[in-house]
């Protein structure tokens, strides 16, 4: 009796060690800053196509701290790539509980990121003022198809950015907008309309500035068969400067009529598939 007691209590001594051995110790900030900096270097690379050593870094990020919600954005932004759409939403997921666990940890950092993006942007639009001025003054020596494609692709960096918000000293454990901006374009991927309605709605009211969630609003919206509401979303969604697709705008309003959704106040009919011109707007760094 005595071997096997000294035999437990050994037993559970090491299950107690074991189980502090698995506890993470608090990340410190240097772990932090190293984290943000490696997700700073992957969201680079992802922005350039580099997609797997966008992923290494993020992973690297991640092995400083497991929480870190950039890294876990940055990996869901990588499976929205290859198409893994459910790994994706569990990856926003996971950035959204990290802002609650890390929130005041990060606040520094975080508003740091947000002033870096902001000077991003005036860069960007600088850019594109130069692009569209070489347009009109250049168009003899400049391909018009490729200063199109510049000009596109600036315009949907300067969007994509415009999506982070300034971190709140008052409650910086609140995840930002943007999570649930990403959360919606992967449930709207899976097929789970309600859930991404849910997600989008909440990043407008996260973030009011940020045109391109309501463009996807007006999407989803018109496959639930809420044609006014599809119809206000766009409205809001060019008056915040957003290009909605005319396209779009023209087959909604197509559908509306054959609906008789104006005609009625009852609840809406099903509403047939958006044509390719509604898909969802996504930025580049989430595109396949």
């Given at each position: 009796?005595?071997?096997?007691?000294?035999?437990?209590?050994?037993?559970?001594?090491?299950?107690?060690?074991?189980?502090?051995?698995?506890t993470a110790a608090p990340a410190t900030p240097?772990?932090?800053?190293?984290?943000?900096?490696?997700?700073?270097?992957?969201?680079?690379?992802?922005?350039?196509?580099?997609?797997?050593?966008?992923?290494?870094?993020?992973?690297?990020?991640?092995?400083?701290?497991?929480?870190?919600?950039?890294?876990?954005?940055?990996?869901?932004?990588?499976?929205?790539?290859?198409?893994?759409?459910?790994?994706?939403?569990?990856?926003?997921?996971?950035?959204?509980?990290?802002?609650?666990?890390?929130?005041?940890?990060?606040?520094?950092?975080?508003?740091?990121?947000?002033?870096e993006t902001q000077r991003t942007i005036a860069?960007?639009?600088?850019?594109?003022?130069?692009?569209?001025?070489?347009?009109?003054?250049?168009?003899?020596?400049?391909?018009?198809?490729?200063?199109?494609?510049?000009?596109?692709?600036?315009?949907?960096?300067?969007?994509?950015?415009?999506?982070?918000?300034?971190?709140?000293?008052?409650?910086?454990?609140?995840?930002?907008?943007?999570?649930?901006?990403?959360?919606?374009?992967?449930?709207?991927?899976?097929?789970?309309?309600?859930?991404?309605?849910?997600?989008?709605?909440?990043?407008a009211a996260k973030s009011p500035k940020f045109?391109?969630?309501?463009?996807?609003?007006?999407?989803?919206?018109?496959?639930?068969?809420?044609?006014?509401?599809?119809?206000?979303?766009?409205?809001?969604?060019?008056?915040?400067?957003?290009?909605?697709?005319?396209?779009?705008?023209?087959?909604?309003?197509?559908?509306?009529?054959?609906?008789?959704?104006?005609?009625?106040?009852?609840?809406?009919?099903?509403?047939?598939?958006?044509?390719?011109?509604?898909?969802?707007?996504?930025?580049?760094?989430?595109?396949?």
């Amino acid at each position: 009796m005595r071997s096997i007691g000294r035999f437990s209590a050994a037993a559970l001594l090491a299950l107690g060690l074991a189980h502090h051995q698995l506890t993470a110790a608090p990340a410190t900030p240097r772990d932090l800053q190293r984290a943000a900096s490696e997700c700073q270097e992957g969201t680079k690379l992802l922005m350039s196509g580099d997609v797997a050593r966008a992923k290494d870094r993020f992973g690297k990020a991640l092995g400083l701290v497991a929480t870190y919600p950039d890294a876990h954005l940055g990996m869901g932004h990588v499976a929205m790539r290859e198409g893994r759409y459910e790994d994706a939403l569990k990856e926003y997921q996971q950035a959204r509980d990290g802002y609650q666990e890390l929130g005041e940890s990060i606040l520094d950092l975080q508003a740091k990121r947000y002033t870096e993006t902001q000077r991003t942007i005036a860069t960007l639009r600088d850019n594109l003022r130069n692009m569209t001025s070489q347009n009109a003054q250049e168009n003899a020596r400049v391909q018009p198809t490729q200063l199109e494609r510049e000009v596109a692709a600036t315009e949907d960096q300067i969007r994509r950015l415009e999506a982070v918000q300034m971190p709140s000293r008052d409650n910086p454990t609140e995840p930002p907008g943007e999570i649930y901006f990403h959360m919606g374009n992967a449930q709207f991927r899976l097929d789970r309309n309600d859930d991404a309605i849910a997600s989008w709605e909440t990043c407008a009211a996260k973030s009011p500035k940020f045109g391109m969630v309501h463009n996807n609003l007006a999407v989803v919206y018109w496959k639930k068969g809420r044609f006014d509401d599809a119809r206000g979303a766009i409205a809001h969604a060019k008056q915040l400067g957003f290009p909605v697709n005319p396209q779009f705008q023209a087959d909604l309003e197509k559908a509306a009529a054959a609906s008789g959704a104006t005609a009625s106040a009852a609840a809406p009919p099903p509403a047939a598939a958006p044509p390719a011109a509604a898909a969802p707007a996504e930025p580049a760094a989430q595109k396949p």
